[in-house]
T-cell receptor, first 112, second 112 residues
Framework: EAGVTQFPSHSVIEKGQTVTLRCDPI?????LYWYRRVMGKEIKFLLH????????ESGMPNNRFLAERTGGTYSTLKVQPAELEDSGVYFC??????????FGPGTRLLVL | RKEVEQDPGPFNVPEGATVAFNCTYS??????FFWYRQDCRKEPKLLMS???SGNEDGRFTAQLNRASQYISLLIRDSKLSDSATYLC?????????????FGRGTQLTVWP
């Protein structure tokens, strides 16, 4: 069974530009999560989708971040405009009902 | 106060040694916990779930002390392949769904 996939694996952009990250969850998993790890800090929750609905977006840092999950399959996370402090590793995870979360390999974002 | 606090490490042990990591959590309502393992520049992978007083899986034993809000992970007969960062994880309000709170991780290096 294929795991969670994320694209791109790496992204280097300049401050002020826009970046869109994509996550494909494990097939059949209704729950999709975004997390972020900033250098030197712990992994932190960003938001949680159940199918196409946002269940919890309390971890989103500000309105420069926009997450979507149209059709309840893959999800995108857009950062516009990117700031230096947005640099980090963005992880996506998915789970079926009442099960641990399975993580993707992450997207390493560097904002210069 | 952070939701999850871990031993900072690093731990450097020889092959065959027994090593234990500790973790404390702040939400007394939490019912279940997880230990994830993260290899360098890889995604977190579930190692063990801890739902009651503790459980054992081969060389790995996780214990939970609700009175002290303390979780431990014991690794016996360490292997070179055990070298990784171990993440203590607590879900929100004890549910197995929803956001996860991560500790900063404890780094383990097993040397020959």
């Amino acid at each position: 069974e294929a795991g969670v996939t994320q694209f791109p694996s790496h992204s280097v952009i300049e401050k002020g530009q826009t970046v869109t990250l994509r996550c494909d969850p494990i097939s059949g998993h209704d729950n999709l999560y975004w997390y972020r790890r900033v250098m030197g800090k712990e992994i932190k929750f960003l938001l949680h989708f159940v199918k196409e609905s946002k269940q919890d977006e309390s971890g989103m840092p500000n309105n420069r971040f926009l997450a979507e999950r149209t059709g309840g399959t893959y999800s995108t996370l857009k950062v516009q405009p990117a700031e230096l402090e947005d640099s980090g590793v963005y992880f996506c995870a998915s789970s079926p009902t009442s099960a641990p979360q399975y993580f993707g390999p992450g997207t390493r974002l560097l904002v210069l | 106060r952070k939701e999850v606090e871990q031993d900072p490490g690093p731990f450097n042990v020889p092959e065959g040694a027994t090593v234990a990591f500790n973790c404390t959590y702040s939400n007394s309502a939490s019912q279940s916990f997880f230990w994830y393992r993260q290899d360098c520049r890889k995604e977190p992978k579930l190692l063990m779930s801890v739902y009651s007083s503790g459980n054992e899986d081969g060389r790995f034993t996780a214990q939970l002390n609700r009175a002290s809000q303390y979780i431990s992970l014991l690794i016996r007969d360490s292997k070179l392949s055990d070298s990784a960062t171990y993440l203590c994880v607590a879900p929100l309000r004890g549910s197995t769904l929803g956001r996860l709170y991560f500790g900063r991780g404890t780094q383990l290096t097993v040397w020959p």
